[in-house]
Structures are given as structure tokens and as C-alpha cells.
């Protein structure tokens, strides 16, 4: 019997994790949220910035439709929370796969918040080069990006006109499903070009994040689904991934159970082996 | 492959239920054949024909897999094309009064640009070595005064910076590891056992030092610097890992593996949130049954 | 052709990296300069190599097709999303190829439906098999197994809402453990994967390490 469960077929766990997922979705109980430190620090920061004239922050989506539910509600309450305050935004993508998803979190904001485009924000789109890219806005933004998605000129729309380089940006945060915070972003702008980062990544690479949130390469981090979720309950607007909060809580007990489920049957399974064995032992012994 | 059975099931399965449930959605009008109603219905067809492979590898998923690649191919190159080579080079080359100056600046990375491309054709294939080595030759310059200040310095001086400020619980688990380093050097060279290092005493000790570390809130910045050494000393192969040497890098693997436990945790996470993602998409966009 | 071939890549190689380097440590204008113009450079020869991966892709395809592989009849369709995807890109919502990308039309379209749809489905897949792997692998069987999965439960709990609720220190002890044994952890791996990668750019700037050339020539 042990045997048997322990070697079920997994599509049997997948329906398991399917339905309860559904389940959590369809009853909805909703679920106290306490922000982080890491997450309240790239709220704060931006806070910190409004009043300030031409407040302008430079949004970088790196990521991909692989990664959208964890991120782009971080996007969107983000763009809300620096429209609120009266504070620029310009996006760009080092990863081709966002610009879509880029263009969508700003115009569903921008409608909602009645904010104009090429004056309260623009979107640059995707460049090649990536690392080459930070070092060529470093020192010339309008020369990386002389148009922007639409073709509009960078250095005569309003948002961009007074943005000379990457330093003349007041936050700099970084959504990203790979690499490019600690092998783009931290390795070659923040010293160099002295720029402050904060940032949002998938749940998988955010471990990897620690150490430069403790050397304060990093000033925040919002961590997937979780960290989006916080983020919207520190802009008071709720969104997917507060809704989501609810079948994440219920997968991550659903997996803890099948774990103590599986690691109780493995060792009564194997004190059972062992106890076969040494009777068998016996048997040819006698 | 539909000689298969799990497959010819899946393939039938998942694409009955995808049109019984949109016909239904059909026929309630939450969807109309409008563009955008349309579109809901290829991507909730997309997304059930790839989830169709839990149940078994089958045509549907096949199918739905290469159209996406190919359209992400192309999808990719015209974002290329419309960003880079049409906002960079085209169109200040061809359609604006640039000086000779500003044009050889363009040209010299097209010419490169096309080296590149020659790795295409055989006979020519090594003029695209020229572009290599400028990529390649450029990108390991950049990187290494850049991984030295950013990734090296930043890093190797808040592990040591706590010097300055270091509470009690730092000073006594900085006593405590080097008094145990010793002893595992003595007890070694006298050829003794493994201090416990191996069974179940040392993470159980260990385990005791953190909780008292975090109830008590001290101690952190000296872990910090144990964990740092003791990982560096369990990469080290160079020596081998015997007596003390081996003490230390066996402290290193119970950090390694808490690291690699949170890893997993968040792996966890991250992924049921992209299903979470789906379902929404799912059970709300395609079939209305979520309250907004 | 021997100069050509080796000598001359290898020299472009080195001289760009010790440039490189050089307008690192130099503070003037013309370093400045310079490196503008080579980021510039690399970054729109990295533009051309989008034409390579798509011309290996198609030509890998056209590969089965030709041979009628086993699964041929799928590559059809690589082409198919290929060809419909590229000609919305060329119409451009009707305003051709030579102009900035229109709003709206069917590049956009079948961006949202098709590429974000199946792209997000293929990592939504992966969470089935994660939870299936937890259920039949994940277990205590060392030592160094229990610890890992200790941890993996207290993030797992300390991460979501139900955590807090379960036990009130729990997110603040899932944070603790990602801020020092995890963090010493990852900075110990982190110092040594970078000391390797500034080892292999010196070998490539001095031309040591040449397997980015290709071939044995």
C-alpha cells in the first residue's frame, strides 16, 4: 500500500495542485498582508522623491511573459504610485519579451491616473547590447536612445529633454526574471554612474539578491508574487497579485503536506525494509 | 505519437473541454467573435493545448510549441529590426543630413555588422571572427575592473566592515569558531574522530546558535563572516579537506544547503505563481468566473 | 590568411580589451568619448546577431523538413507563425517597415494571444512538475538533506500570509534566514564565480582562451 502511494502517478499530484489552486480562487477568504522592509525601502524611496522638480524615475523591464503574473503587478503599482505623486516615469527593456507587457502596465495606468504621454512618461522600448547599452546611456542618454518606441525624438519630448545621462535619473528600479540586476545593473551603473537601484525580480532569482541588498548596492527588493502583493497594499490598490495571495498560500501547504506526507511513508516504508531484511537474515541463517 | 493512447486521450480531452467551454461562453455572450474575443479564445486554446502535455506528450502541444517558436522568432527579429537597425542606423544613414563624420561612426559597426552575418556562408565564415573579437575582446575589458570594484570589493567590505561595531553575540561565536578550529587541529593531528562533524551534533549545535542569534537579535554580522569564510574554504579544492580544513568546509556546506533550501522554497513560489497567473487568465478572462 | 584567419582576431581581441580596460581607470573627456562610441558599436553589432539565431532556427527546420524527419509536419508550423508573424511586423498596422512600430494591429495581436499565451504557459507548466518532484524526492535522508529542507519549508511558510497566521515570528524568521545564512551563502558562491570570470576575461584579452573563435584553424 505504502509502496503504491509512494510510487503514484504523478498526474494524480498535478490534478491535486490544479484543483486546489482553482478552489482557493473560486472562495475567496482574504488573507492579511504586512509589507517587508526590503519592499516598504523602493516605496519609500520613491516617496522620498515627489515634490522634487522634474522627479523622474527609470523603469527597466527585464523580464518576459514567463515571469508576468509575479512582476508586472510590481509594474503597474509602481507607474500608479509615481503618477499619484506627480513623478516621471520612463521605461525601457533589456529583455525584447517585455515590451508588450511594458506597453500595456503603462497605458492601462495612464488611462486610469489621466497622465499624458511625452510629458509624465514615455516607453524607449528594447535595445540590443544590454551591458554595453548601461555603459552608452551612462554617459549619453539621448545618444542610446534617440526615439523611442513611437519614434518620438528623446530629446525633445518633455520627460526625457532634461536627461542628460543615467545619473540625471532620481531611481533607477529594475524588473527582472534574470540576471541583469547583479550582472547588468549593480556590475556596471551603480558605482560607475552612481545611480540609486531598486528592485523587483521573480521569487527564483531572489535569493541571489541578499548579498547586495546588504552591501547597499541594492536599496529594495519586491520579490515575486509575494513582494508584488505588498507593494499593492502599500499603494492601497488592490490587483493580481493580492488576489493571488490567496492559492499561494493554499499550494505552498498543499506541497509542505505532500512533503511530511512522502517523508513519513519513505521512513515507515524503509524501517520496514530493514526489519525484512534482518529477519530475512535470520531465516537463512537457521 | 497518437499510436499512443495517453496521447490520443489528452489530444481529444483537452480539446473537447477547450471548445464545450468556449461555445458555452459563446452562447452566455461574456465573449464576442469581436478581435479582442477572438483573441481570448486562441489564448486560452494555446494555453490548454501546452497543458495537455501533464497528461501526456500529444500533437496538440506539439503543434501549439512550434507555432509559438516561430512566432517568437519573428517577433524578435522586427523588434531588432524597428528599435536598432532602422532608429540607429537606417534612418540616420538614409533619411536625415548627417556629416561625413557622424556617418563612419555608423558605418564601421554595419560593416562589423555584416561580418558578423557572414558566419552564414561557409567560405567566409571566418570574417565574422573579426566581429567576434571586438564583441568578445570589448565585453571581457569591461567586465574587469567592473567585477572587481562591483562584484569583488563591494562585496568582501561589509563582510568585514562590522569590525568597527561588533556586539557581544559577534565577539563570542568569533571566539567560539576559533577555539573550535583549534580544537579540531589539535584532535586532528592527534588522530582523533571528526568532532561530531559528520552526524547529527554539529547542525544541531549549529541550529542552537541561530536561534539564540536571532531571539536575541545579535550575532548576525559574525555568522555573516563564518558562513563567507566557511563556503570560500568548501570551494577551495587545493587543499584537502581533512582536520581543520575539513571542519570548516563542512560548516560551509550546512550554509550552502540552507541557501540551497531557500532556493527551493522560492522556486516553489515562483512557479506556482505563474500558474496562479494562468488560472487566472483562465478561470477569469476566458471564463468568467472570477469576481474582480 | 593565416594573419587573417587567427593573428588578426586574436590582436583585435587583445587591443580592445586592454582599451577597455584603460578607459576605466582614465578620467577624461576622451575616455568618456571613446567609450560611448565602442558600447555603441557593440551593442549594434549585437543587433546582427538576432539575423543569425532566427537564420539557425529556420535552418534547423527546413533541415527536418527536407529529410522528413520523424515529427516533420511540426516544423511546418514554426514556419507558419513565422511567416504570419513577420509579414504583421512589415504591414506595420499599415504603415510598412520604414517607420517606428503603429499601435494596435496584428503584431500586437498575436504578441498578446499567441507569444505572451504560450510563453507564460510554458513556465506555468513547470509548477506541476515541481510540486510532483517535492512529493516524491524531496527527502530527509542525510544530514545535509534535513537542513535543506527545513529551510525550505520556513521560507515556503514565512513567504505567504498563511505563515504569519500559522505562527506570528514566522515571516521574520523566513527573513532572517535570507538575510544571513543565506545571504553569507550566496556572497561566499558569488565571490568565487566572480574571481573565475575575471581569470577567463584575462585569458581571453590575452588570447588563451579562444574557443569563441570557432573551428581549429
Known sequence: MIQKLLNIDRRWIFLFIFVGVAAAMLSPLPLPIRPSSDVKNVYNTIESIKGKPNATVLLSFDYGPGSEPELQPTAISIIRQCFRNNIKVVGMALWPDAVGLAQAAFDSVSRAEGKEYGKDWTFLGYKTGSVTLILNMGEDFHGAFNVDYRGNKTSEMPVTQHIAKLGSFDYVVTLAAGKTIDGVWVTYAVDRYRIKLGGATTAVTSPDMFPYLQSGQLNGLVSGLAGAAEYETLVRTQGSATRGMQPQSAAHLIIIISIIIGNTMYFVQRRRDRRQSVSGNEETRS | ?292 | MIFLKRTLPLVIAFVMGIVAISIYYIPHQAAVDLNELLSKWDRIIAAFAAFLGVYSLLYLHAGRLKRRQVGWGYSVFVYLGFVVMLTAAIYNNGAGPLVALRKGGAYDWLYTNVFVAADASMFAILSFFIASAAYRTFRARTTEATILLVAAVIVMLGRVPIGALLWESMPELQQWLMNVPNMAAKRGILLGVYLGAVATALRIIFGIERSYLGGDE
Open chain 2, 1 to 292: 505519437m497518437m499510436h499512443n493512447p495517453g496521447s490520443r486521450t489528452a489530444t481529444f480531452v483537452f480539446a473537447g473541454v477547450f471548445l464545450a467551454l468556449s461555445i458555452w461562453q459563446l452562447a452566455v455572450e461574456n465573449i464576442a467573435l469581436t478581435v479582442d474575443g477572438l483573441g481570448i479564445l486562441t489564448a486560452a486554446g494555446l494555453t490548454l493545448a501546452l497543458f495537455s502535455f501533464l497528461y501526456d506528450d500529444n500533437p496538440l502541444f506539439k503543434i501549439a510549441e512550434h507555432l509559438y517558436v516561430g512566432v517568437a522568432a519573428a517577433y524578435g527579429l522586427a523588434l531588432v529590426w524597428f528599435q536598432v537597425i532602422l532608429a540607429d542606423l537606417v534612418n540616420p544613414i538614409f533619411f536625415s543630413t548627417a556629416t561625413i563624420r557622424q556617418l563612419w561612426v555608423l558605418i564601421v559597426p554595419s560593416v562589423l555588422g555584416i561580418l558578423l552575418i557572414m558566419r552564414i556562408v561557409p567560405k567566409f565564415s571566418w570574417l565574422s571572427r573579426i566581429s567576434f573579437s571586438y564583441v568578445v575582446g570589448f565585453g571581457a575589458g569591461i567586465s574587469i575592473p567592473a567585477y572587481i570594484a562591483s562584484q569583488l570589493l563591494e562585496q568582501v567590505h561589509p563582510t568585514l566592515a562590522p569590525a568597527l561595531g561588533w556586539d557581544g553575540g559577534d565577539k563570542f561565536i568569533l571566539i567560539a569558531a576559533m577555539v573550535l578550529i583549534a580544537v579540531a587541529y589539535v584532535v586532528s593531528r592527534r588522530g582523533g574522530g571528526d568532532l561530531g562533524m559528520n552526524g547529527w551534533f554539529g547542525p544541531t549545535l549549529l541550529s542552537v546558535v541561530f536561534l539564540i542569534c536571532y531571539f536575541q537579535g545579535v550575532g548576525a554580522a559574525s555568522l555573516v563572516l563564518v558562513g563567507v569564510v566557511a563556503v570560500l574554504f568548501y570551494f577551495f579544492f587545493s587543499v584537502e579537506h581533512t582536520g581543520a580544513v575539513g571542519a570548516i568546509s563542512r560548516v560551509g556546506i550546512w550554509f550552502l544547503m540552507i541557501a540551497f533550501g531557500a532556493s527551493f522554497g522560492f522556486t516553489v513560489m515562483a512557479r506556482i505563481s505563474l500558474l496562479i497567473g494562468r488560472m487566472q487568465f483562465l478561470l477569469g478572462d476566458w471564463l468568467h468566473l472570477l469576481k474582480s
